[in-house]
């Protein structure tokens, strides 16, 4: 029996060899197709993956851009505010001169002559920062003490400011006067971000507390809603008497705001708050009233247009 198995074994020994051989190349084939097919499924997911990276990478740096936090205390932002602020603080104009270069000219002394003249000195300064329109350019807000004239409590005021490099790369500080519709039309978008209007409102809130309990500063505040560049305002009838015989024959027409303001719904400091105009923003003067007030309209970040009441004093060509 075992010897008749061999005999036909070796008989039919290279069909049998034909046979495994196909067997095994069929094997094989299998295996490669399932290997190339998982590699090529590897490489999809792979690729996906990345793909999906790349969106979330993209996404999320848009989100920032959109979203772009305050920086608090930047170095070179700090030192520049602190000597700016310092300077106005003494009227140093030559420093004034030096931290705003050529953009500097007798409309900005002008400004900071009219604006201040009731502020002794400027202290504790904190900047709160975010780029600007062009590189190395920032929008900052600047939160200082005011020692005012006559008054013990300081009140905490926000001011907005605007640096960028000259072709030197030296930081320096853009006057309001100087700004572009580009630069206003950024600063304003600015103005809207949620951590920007916090701190405007943690500002205000501290203002209101020591106006109740400081009754010679809530009477010299003649508004608690101011935004992150407000002026230092006096009371209305003194705004008044000063606008009396320079402004309430103001200039018709296209102006712009020589500080940040806010606008009313009427000629009053107590009348609603419709919005905000930041430094540079530009206006229609419809009428000048009598009381130093102005009605203009302007389109606002939606493109919009807003009708309400500005003081004039704050108004330029």
């Known amino acids: 029996m075992l010897d008749n198995i ?53 996404s999320s740096d848009s989100s920032n851009d959109t979203v772009e936090a305050l920086v608090k205390d930047q170095e070179d932002v700090l030192s520049l505010a602190k000597k700016y602020w310092t300077a106005v603080g ?11 270069g ?18 002794e000195s400027y202290s504790d300064i904190i900047t709160y920062s975010k780029n600007g329109v062009t590189d190395g350019s920032y929008v900052v807000y600047v939160y200082m003490e005011m020692k005012l004239s006559g008054i013990e ?24 006067e100087s700004y572009t519709s580009e630069i206003s039309e950024y600063i304003l978008e600015r103005q809207s971000d949620s951590d920007v209007q916090a701190l405007i409102d943690d500002v205000n809130n501290t203002l209101a507390e020591r106006c109740e309990a400081d009754e010679d500063l ?33 200039t018709l027409g296209t102006m ?19 919005g905000s105009l930041v430094a540079g923003s530009q206006v229609e003067v419809l009428e000048n009233l009598e009381d130093g007030w102005s009605r203009i309209t302007y389109i606002d970040s939606s493109g919009s247009t807003v009708e309400g009441y500005v003081m004039t004093q704050y108004l330029t060509e």
């Open 102 to 119: 050529t953009a500097f000219d007798e409309t900005a002394r002008a400004t900071i002559e009219a604006t201040d003249k009731a502020v």
């Open 90 to 100: 003494d009227l140093d104009f030559d420093t004034l001169e030096e931290i705003c």
């Open 6 to 58: 061999r005999e036909w074994i070796s008989d039919n020994l290279r069909y049998i060899l034909l046979g495994l051989a196909v067997i095994l190349l069929i094997i094989i084939a299998f295996f490669a197709i399932r290997l190339v097919t998982h590699i090529g499924s590897g490489d999809s997911k792979s690729s996906n993956t990345v793909q999906e990276t790349e969106t979330q990478t993209d």
């Open 153 to 176: 409590t300081e009140a905490p005021t926000l001011r907005q400011m605007y640096m960028q490099p000259d072709s030197d790369g030296t930081l320096l500080v853009l006057p309001s």
């Open 218 to 250: 809530a009477k010299y505040i003649e508004s608690i809603s101011s935004d992150s560049d407000s002026s230092d305002s006096s009371s209305e009838d003194d705004s008044s008497d000063d606008t009396d015989d320079s402004d309430s024959e103001g």
């Open 256 to 274: 712009k705001t020589t500080t940040g303001v806010n606008v009313r719904s009427e000629a009053s400091a107590e009348s609603t708050k419709l």
